[in-house]
Nanobody
């Protein structure tokens, strides 16, 4: 079992930046992949970016070149980050952290709002 807690969301103007964080605890040594997903009102949840334990990354075409996913390990916690630059109004959504062990775990989500 993996527990995930996201932080770092908020309100930002178009063109601004935010950094999301996700702290994973529990059976973190079983994690094979972690990712960030987002869900806008009235839309399906979609993959934003993912990273494997080997360090391979993939990004949605809509965020490639603007967002960067990264990972860091501490003694009993794994941290997942999403650096978001040049944010656009269409990036507005609830962002969720995800871990695969390969069972799927989700965080509670953090709201990102891009608006002037």
């Amino acid at each position: 079992q993996v527990q995930l807690v996201e932080s770092g969301g908020g309100l930002v103007q178009p063109g601004g930046s935010l950094r999301l964080s996700c702290a994973a605890s529990g059976s973190i040594f079983s994690i094979v992949r972690m990712g960030w997903y987002r869900q806008a009102p009235g839309k399906q949840r979609e993959l934003v970016a993912a990273i494997t334990t080997g360090g391979s990354t993939n990004y949605a075409s809509t965020v490639k070149g603007r967002f960067t996913i990264s990972r860091d390990n501490a003694k009993n916690t794994m941290y997942l980050y999403l650096q978001m630059n040049n944010l656009k109004p269409e990036d507005t959504a609830v962002y969720y952290c995800n871990a695969e062990t390969p069972f799927i775990s989700w965080g509670q989500g953090t709201q990102v709002t891009v608006s002037s």
